[in-house]
């Protein structure tokens, strides 16, 4: 019999395999969808508030250049902007613009209706308790990496 952990290695496994939840709800408006990388990023920005370069590399341990690439084309699509810092400094920032945010929220709630058509049948307190775990999970991968990522 597998031990626990090696049960949850499997569960990791196949939940990475189903990471794109936009597969789930085909109700979603064609042409809707962010690519992973940049709705990973604009909820960075989101969350934290403005950010550089450098704070990017440091919150996702990605190379500058990949960050110049991809800050490029979310700033291409309108849907980020360079400012200069709000609090003084030398390097100039990124935050998102309206259209940004409102592709975000878009996104985020394409996310929110493909997982409440995942666990319709699911109790509200087992959902719950799921999100729970969720977070404790992330919490401590995010203890060990030393990049937590921002929460309310």
């Given at each position: 019999m597998a031990s626990p952990t090696h049960q949850v290695a499997l569960e990791f496994l196949v939940f990475a395999r189903h990471r794109d939840l936009s597969q789930v709800d085909n109700r979603r408006p064609e042409g809707s969808q962010l690519e992973r990388s940049a709705y990973i990023l604009l909820s960075r920005v989101d969350a934290e508030g403005p950010m550089s370069i450098g704070q990017l590399s440091d919150a996702f341990d990605l190379d500058v250049s990949t960050l110049n690439r991809q800050t490029a084309a979310l700033t291409g699509a309108g849907l980020l902007e360079r400012i200069p810092d709000p609090d003084g400094g030398i390097a100039?920032?990124?935050?998102?613009?309206?259209?940004?945010?409102?592709?975000?929220g878009e996104e985020r709630e394409a996310h929110v209706r493909a997982l409440d058509l995942?666990?319709?049948?699911?109790p509200e307190e087992d959902i719950a308790s799921f999100a729970g775990f969720l977070r404790r999970f992330n919490l401590g991968i995010e203890r060990l990496d030393g990049r937590p990522w921002p929460r309310d």
């Open positions: 100039r920032k990124f935050r998102l613009t309206d259209e940004g945010r409102r592709r975000l995942v666990m319709a049948d699911w």
